[in-house]
């Protein structure tokens, strides 16, 4: 029952994307993927499992991860007028990896 819960809202953040995007605020399947369900269920186990000093670390670090995410689409929207929508997709997504491994190392290195 516990994997069922936390299953839903992954199954709501892929399903309510597809379902705006068919509406005249098509541009809302934007905000869909940033609600904090992945977060939130993230959260809770490393709060179980560690305690709220853990919490408070994790949470300051996914507050850095909105960069990773901001330079995705930054580097979706330059490109998306000028290529293929595959292409400007896989080099958004190369463009989140090169930077959340930045992030991460830099975070290693001081915190």
């Given amino acids: 029952m516990g994997l069922l819960i936390k299953a839903v809202p992954g199954a709501a953040v892929v399903v309510?994307?597809?379902?705006?995007?068919?509406?005249k605020n098509y541009y809302l399947?934007?905000?869909i993927p940033l609600f904090p369900a992945?977060?939130?269920i993230?959260?809770?186990?490393?709060?179980?499992?560690?305690?709220v000093g853990a919490l408070?670390?994790?949470v300051i670090f996914g507050m850095w991860s909105v960069i990773p995410y901001f330079v995705c689409l930054?580097?979706?929207?330059?490109?998306?007028?000028m290529v293929k929508v595959p292409l400007a997709?896989?080099?958004?997504?190369?463009?989140?990896?090169?930077?959340?491994?930045?992030?991460?190392?830099?975070?290693?290195?001081?915190?």
């Fill in 56 to 58: 408070r670390t994790t």
């Fill in 38 to 40: 992945f977060a939130l």
């Fill in 89 to 111: 997709l896989g080099g958004a997504v190369a463009c989140w990896c090169l930077s959340a491994w930045l992030l991460i190392a830099l975070w290693s290195r001081f915190h």
């Fill in 29 to 31: 399947a934007g905000l």
């Fill in 42 to 51: 993230a959260h809770y186990i490393v709060v179980t499992g560690r305690g």
């Fill in 16 to 23: 309510l994307p597809d379902m705006l995007s068919k509406t």
């Fill in 74 to 81: 930054a580097s979706l929207w330059v490109p998306s007028g």
